[in-house]
């Protein structure tokens, strides 16, 4: 059975950063990319950051520059570091992995509030 894990989350300021973790455990064949979506209030999902498994990146127009994502291949594991942090980044951010099945976690709650 597959689980995918975020952790992380939580109350920043703006200005501040987070970083959060995500890993997916179980037996999982030929992922080909694992990233990050984010769900406010009222909105849709959307994507934020992605990285394949040969690291090629893809950043949502309102994070390049201030969020990284990254990757250890070998622990199935997926970060993303969040710098600059803005109020409008509050949301519910969710691990996505992609392999011939799609993966989701569970979801972790950032706030960005002073």
């Known amino acids: 059975q597959v689980q995918v894990v975020e952790s992380g989350g939580g109350l920043v300021q703006p200005g501040g950063s987070m970083r959060l973790s995500c890993t997916a455990s179980?037996?999982?064949?030929?992922?080909?990319?694992m990233g990050w979506y984010r769900q406010a209030p009222g909105k849709e999902r959307e994507l934020v950051a992605i990285?394949?498994?040969?690291?090629?990146?893809n950043y949502v127009d309102s994070v390049k520059g201030r969020f990284t994502i990254s990757r250890d291949n070998a622990k199935n594991a997926v970060y993303l570091q969040m710098n600059s942090l803005k109020p409008e980044d509050t949301a519910v951010y969710y691990c996505?992995?992609?392999?011939?099945?799609?993966?989701w976690g569970q979801g972790t709650q950032v706030t960005v509030s002073s």
């Open positions: 990285m394949t498994s040969g690291g090629h990146t």
């Open positions: 179980g037996i999982i064949y030929r992922i080909t990319a």
């Open positions: 996505n992995v992609r392999s011939p099945v799609t993966y």
